[in-house]
């Protein structure tokens, strides 16, 4: 039984089409009954077959028998055609014909002396056979078949047959989940009616996170960030389909000629079921992570949304990739076939790929992710790029590129490599430039890119390369929120006051406690707008401890742009009556640019003593915002705030939050809570500096 079973699996290497996926395009052993045929008498010698042994399963020789012997080897082809007549009576005539031109002598390219409707007419003129295949196991003249043997071999075909087509379609369906989730319910909200049943689902679903408050700062014990209620429900949802269709669908068939017992059978279904599920996720895990991943355009979901969901689709594949590698093992030690097959290069690959994934989930913690960013991401580049090569190897030494696996691999690189062809052509686009670096405090610098023509959207951020900061690493680059270089120059957006600094008489109070830190009179304009051009991008940096650090006061910084990049849809916030914008120190850089993209914005800035500097150089920009508090050393009380603002009666209000991780999770928590009051509608933005 365990030669029948090696047979089985080398059938499984016998070369097929390769344009698409077992069941879509790539007919396994269709059809059956000539298949079957085939396999009863493969392994028979004929007179012209040579000594060669059979070099085992996986074997890319041809055995004894190689394909010219059987094409011109007239027992041979009068047994096999004689079988096929007997059995493929529901088979149109070009159908077998097809098969017997593509599968006959076991190479499409070396075509049998007689086509199949030859071969039957000569089997009429002669006797109809009656010997069997012998013990001998020779072929010398035209044998019948045993019908038992035959419908085994038909019915193990069939039942292999199916369980890869469900691989196929179970891995589809996985894959066309995962991306088209994110875009129905994005459409779900262009309905007319549902406008007002997701002004209620979004405070009890996607603005609550699952964890208490916890997430944008991270679980305690480095456990990372908790999903929202609303990114729960996704990761449940596909954890569930996996289960699903990891568990259903198989079909057993005995007595089974391949497999010695149904245990067998059904792991090996399983293993490869668990491989194909990997191979499917494996393009989704890549499209998620991806700064041009389509969804992003497509769909209203926000780039961390999709780098949280990278996180647990890439865990998910990690469990495929596991179980199937366990239930491989489980397989050949069951079938005493482990000694020989873990020394075969395909096993190899195999387990290099395995070991990459878990090494890679387990350096992708947030305790590695924070103890160096960079080291993180060349490892994880790298990790990366082992795991998919050992897949590749893993199914291109055993079935030589013959069913579809390698398909899943191409749409991985080529989601991929298309992430960083537009990454290129964006930084190409933007040129190379020449940034100015001014201290504004002792730990924050503003980087003014001039000449840069970006629409001066809100919600965008840009990653910046600064290739001379260090030269050991030139493609070390940084996300930081676009601020139009206009908007710090700007003499005040069309409903701003723009010398107002004191109470407008309105019934909003105002505190300017920016005044209180210097004289603002001598505060000049950063960018100097006369008889020159506006156009440009600002970024305020915060040093850090890796690349930002070594940001100082410059004329001429080489910079490269890859952007401008959406954080969050903005259109949600920028539909209300009433827009609260909330900053936390140097977070105001994403809050700066919605000033001008709203009719009835109350700013809200606090900072730290230490971060006079940045308040100063801002302060043109944020005098521009006809209501606003600008707390300097003291916190806001943010319940007190949200509870002021509903009481003037808005219908809806937008609140956009940028700052230190507890006060986003603050925000968060309160908007949500007071959204399901259901009294006003609220819209929440968080614009967080990290995913
Ligand atoms: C959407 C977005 C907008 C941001 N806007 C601003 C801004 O306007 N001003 C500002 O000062 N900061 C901003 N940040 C934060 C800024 O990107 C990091 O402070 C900066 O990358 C740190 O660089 P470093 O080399 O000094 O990092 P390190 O000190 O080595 O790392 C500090 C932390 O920064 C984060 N980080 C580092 N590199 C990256 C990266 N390539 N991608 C994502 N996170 C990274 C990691 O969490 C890391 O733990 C923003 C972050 C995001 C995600």
Not at 170 to 185: D, K, Q
Not at 192 to 212: E, N, Q
Not at 240 to 261: D, E, K, M, Q
Not at 571 to 590: E, M, P
């Amino acid at each position: 039984m365990k030669i029948v079973t090696s047979l089985g699996l080398l059938a499984l290497a016998f070369p097929g089409p390769t344009t698409a996926l077992i069941g879509y395009g790539i007919p396994m052993y269709k059809p059956n009954c000539a298949f079957a045929c085939r396999s009863i008498f493969e392994s028979a010698m004929l007179m012209c077959s040579t000594d060669e042994v059979m070099s085992g399963a996986h074997s890319h020789g041809t055995g004894p028998t190689p394909p010219d012997c059987r094409a011109q080897d007239e027992s041979w082809l009068t047994t096999l055609a004689y079988c096929i007549n007997a059995t493929c009576t529901d088979v149109a005539p070009w159908r077998l014909e097809k098969y017997w031109a593509d599968k006959n002598t076991g190479d499409p390219k070396v075509q049998p002396k007689w086509t199949y409707a030859q071969t039957v007419a000569v089997l009429d003129k002669a006797e109809k056979p009656t010997e069997e295949l012998g013990e001998d196991d020779m072929i010398m003249s035209t044998l019948t078949f045993d019908h038992d043997t035959w419908e085994g071999y038909r019915g193990t075909l069939a039942a292999f047959e199916n369980a890869e087509t469900m691989h196929s379609r179970y891995g589809i369906i996985l894959l066309v989940v995962g991306f088209a989730t994110p875009i129905f319910f994005s459409v779900l909200g262009y309905l007319p009616w549902m406008s007002t049943l997701i002004d209620k689902l979004k405070p009890r679903f996607v603005y609550p996170a699952i964890l208490g408050t916890y997430h944008v700062r991270a679980l305690p014990f480095f456990l990372g960030n908790a999903p929202t209620i609303g990114q729960t429900f996704y990761i449940a949802m596909f954890l569930i389909l996996n289960i699903i269709l990891t568990s259903v669908g198989y079909r057993s068939f005995n007595p089974n000629l391949w497999f010695a017992t149904q245990w067998q059978e059904i792991m090996g279904y399983i293993s490869a079921r668990t491989g194909v599920l990997a191979f499917a996720l494996a393009p989704l895990v890549v499209l998620l992570s991806g700064r041009n991943n389509i969804l992003l355009w497509l769909t209203n979901w926000s780039h961390s949304t999709y780098m949280l969901l990278h996180r647990w689709v890439a865990r998910i594949f990690t469990i495929q990739v596991l179980l199937h590698s366990i239930t491989e093992y489980l397989l050949y030690k069951d079938m005493g076939e482990v000694a020989t097959e873990q020394v075969q290069p395909y096993w190899v690959w195999g387990i290099v790929a395995t070991i990459a994934v878990v090494i890679t989930v387990v350096f992708s913690t947030l305790y590695f992710r924070r103890l160096s960013y960079e080291i993180f991401l060349i490892g994880h580049i790298i990790l990366a790029v082992i795991t998919i090569a050992g897949c590749w190897y893993h199914i291109e030494i055993r079935f030589t590129r013959n069913w579809g696996y390698e398909f899943w691999i191409y749409a991985t690189c080529a989601v991929w490599f298309s992430d960083r062809l537009v990454r290129v052509f964006r930084i190409l686009k933007n040129g190379v430039r020449r940034a100015e670096v001014t201290d504004v405090s002792e730990d924050i610098v503003r980087v003014d890119i001039r000449d840069i023509r970006w629409a001066a959207e809100p919600g965008k951020h840009t990653y910046a390369y600064f290739p001379t900061l260090n030269p050991l690493r030139p493609w070390e680059n940084h996300p930081f929120s676009v601020i139009p270089t206009a908007l710090l120059t700007s003499r005040g957006h069309s409903i701003a006051t723009a010398t107002s600094s004191s109470s407008t008489g309105s019934q909003h109070s105002q505190t300017n406690d920016v005044e209180k830190m210097g004289p603002l009179a001598t505060v000049t304009s950063p960018v100097s707008i006369r008889g020159s051009t506006t156009a440009g991008v600002s970024l305020y940096v915060r040093k850090s401890t890796g690349l930002t650090k070594t940001l100082a006061s410059n004329s001429s910084l080489l910079t490269l742009l890859d952007g401008p990049y959406p954080n969050n849809s903005t259109s949600g916030v920028l539909k209300t009556d009433r827009l609260i914008l909330l900053a936390g120190g140097i977070g105001i850089t994403a809050i700066l640019p919605f000033i001008s993209h709203h009719q009835n914005v109350k700013l809200y800035w606090s900072l730290k003593s230490s971060a006079g500097g940045l308040a100063r150089d801002l302060d043109q920009a944020v005098k521009n915002v006809r209501e606003r508090e600008v707390s300097v050393g003291s916190r806001f009380d943010v319940g007190a705030m949200l509870d002021k603002e509903e009481s003037e009666g808005w219908k809806r209000i937008g609140v956009v939050i940028c700052g230190p991780g507890g006060l986003c999770d603050e925000v968060r928590s309160q908007v949500a809570k007071r959204g399901r009051m259901g009294k006003t509608v609220w819209e929440l933005d968080v614009e967080a500096f990290s995913w």
